[in-house]
C-alpha cells in the first residue's frame, strides 16, 4: 500500500504504523498529523480486527481487550476528533476489518451538512457492520481488489468515484462480503493525476511469462503431448481419498504439536474434538458463503446458499422492505468418505478473570486444493461472544 500512495506523488509524509498497542498508536496518529498541518487530503487506511460495540466501531490494537474497547482500542468518535485537527481539505479512509460498515450518524442517513466536521469526507468500508472481511497472505481479500480498483485504469486521471464504482462490481455477487461506501464530496476527489504513475507496479504484478526467442525455438521442436498423455499427467495431480485423509490428518496432527498443554495446565482446561463431517454450527455459514463463490470443478462439497423473496403482498414489499422479507438456505455436505474433516479446540479458564476461547478448523478437499477455514471466538465472562474472526487459506496437496 505504501508503494501505491508513493506513486501517486501528492503525500507530502506518509505514516506507517504496524502491531502497537493503543497508546501507541493514537500518538503515532497524533504525531503523523502534527507534521501535515491543512493538508488538501488527508488518507486513512487500516486493515486490522475491528470490533462492534452497539453504535460505535473500534479500531482494535494488538493490546485490545473488548471489556475495555476505548482505552485498548481507538473508536470512530476519538477517531474522528484526530483527524479533524490536521483541517484537511478532504479526508478519506479505507477501513478493511470486520464490522467496519457503520453509519457515520447513528440511526439516520450522512447529509451534506453532517460531515462529522470535515469539509469533505470520503469512507470505504469492505463490508458492513454485521459482516465478516476475510483475511488473506500476503493481501486481504478487500485490500487486493482495492488495489486493483485504482490500477485499472491504464491512462488518465484514476477518481475516488472510479475505485468505488470497480470494487462495488467487484463484490456484486458475494452476498457474504458487501462493501459500505460514504461520499460527500463533489465526484471529482482524485486518488491519482494520471494512471500511468502505476505503471511500474503493474508491471511488478505481472507474472514472467516471456521468455528468451530462443528458448521458445529450442522449445518448439519438443514434440506436444498426446491426449492421453495429459489426462494422464492431469490425473497424477489429482487428490485420492488416500492422499485426502493422510493430508488432512497430517494438518490436524500438526496443529495438535502446536498446542502445549502443559503449559496453560495451571490456568486452563483444554479440550480437542474432532468430526468426520461439517458438525460445527459456528462455522458452517461462513463455510458456504465462501465455497459457494469459488469455481470448483468437483463435487467433494456441495456447498451452496441461496437468498429467496417471502411471498408477501407486492405493495407490502415495496413499503417494507428488509432483511425479514428473504428465506435463506444453507446446504453443506461432505461427498466423500474422511475421517477427519473439523477440528474443535476448547479452552476453558480456571480463573474467572481469564477468558474462554474457541477456535474450530475445518478442511475441505478439492481437485488439487484444500480450503482451510478457522474461525476465532473469544467470549467473556457471561458466555458472550466477544469476538469472532473468520480466516481462510488455501494449501495445495503435495504431488
Do not use: W
Not at 458492513?128 to 487486493?144: A, I, K, M, V, W
Not at 483444554?270 to 468430526?275: D, L, M, P, S, Y
Amino acid at each position: 500500500m505504501r508503494a501505491l500512495l508513493e506513486a501517486t506523488d501528492k503525500y507530502s509524509h506518509i505514516e506507517v504504523i504496524e502491531n502497537v498497542k493503543a497508546d501507541d498508536l493514537k500518538t503515532r496518529i497524533r504525531e503523523a498529523i502534527d507534521k501535515s498541518q491543512s493538508p488538501t487530503e488527508l488518507f486513512f487506511y487500516y486493515t486490522g480486527h475491528g470490533y462492534q460495540n452497539e453504535d460505535e466501531f473500534f479500531y482494535c490494537a494488538t493490546n485490545f481487550d473488548a471489556k475495555r474497547p476505548n482505552e485498548t482500542g481507538i473508536s470512530t468518535t476519538e477517531l474522528h476528533m484526530l483527524l479533524r485537527l490536521a483541517e484537511s481539505d478532504l479526508v478519506v479512509k479505507v477501513i478493511d476489518a470486520c464490522n467496519s460498515g457503520s453509519l457515520l450518524v447513528k440511526s439516520e442517513l450522512i447529509t451534506p451538512q453532517n460531515k462529522q466536521g470535515f469539509k469533505n469526507l470520503i469512507q470505504i468500508s469492505s463490508c458492513l457492520d454485521s459482516q465478516n472481511s476475510l483475511t488473506g497472505n500476503p493481501l486481504s481479500l478487500f485490500t487486493e481488489k482495492f488495489r486493483l480498483s485504482v490500477l485499472r485504469k491504464m491512462e488518465g486521471v484514476v477518481y475516488y468515484t472510479d475505485a468505488i464504482n470497480a470494487l462495488r462490481d467487484e463484490f456484486i455477487n458475494n452476498n457474504s462480503q458487501t462493501p459500505f461506501f460514504v461520499s460527500q464530496v463533489t465526484g471529482r476527489e482524485e486518488f491519482v493525476d494520471d494512471a500511468r504513475r502505476f505503471d511500474k507496479i503493474r508491471d511488478s504484478l505481472i507474472p514472467v511469462n516471456e521468455v528468451d526467442s530462443g528458448l521458445v525455438d529450442e522449445q518448439s521442436s519438443v514434440p506436444a503431448l498426446t491426449s492421453l498423455q495429459i489426462l494422464e499427467a492431469r490425473e497424477a495431480c489429482m487428490v485420492n481419498p488416500e492422499k485426502m485423509n493422510a493430508f488432512v490428518g497430517d494438518f490436524f496432527d500438526a496443529l495438535k504439536s502446536k498446542i502445549s498443554i502443559n503449559e496453560f495446565a495451571d490456568y486452563f482446561s483444554i479440550e480437542f474434538t474432532e468430526h468426520g463431517g461439517f458438525y460445527e454450527d459456528t462455522t458452517r455459514n461462513f463455510i458456504i458463503r465462501v465455497l459457494s463463490q469459488e469455481k470448483r470443478y468437483d463435487n467433494f462439497v456441495t456447498a451452496n446458499y441461496s437468498k429467496k423473496y417471502k411471498h408477501r403482498n407486492s405493495l407490502n414489499f415495496m413499503l417494507f422492505p428488509d432483511d425479514d422479507d428473504f428465506v435463506e438456505t444453507y446446504d453443506l455436505l461432505l461427498n466423500c468418505s474422511m475421517s477427519r474433516v473439523q477440528f474443535r479446540l476448547i479452552i476453558t479458564p480456571k480463573f474467572s478473570p481469564l477468558q474462554r476461547i474457541k477456535l474450530v478448523v475445518s478442511c475441505a478437499p478439492s481437485m488439487d486444493t484444500c480450503y482451510v477455514f478457522g474461525f476465532f471466538v473469544r467470549f467473556n465472562g457471561n458466555a458472550r461472544q466477544q469476538l469472532r474472526q473468520p480466516v481462510i487459506a488455501m494449501l495445495s496437496f503435495p504431488q
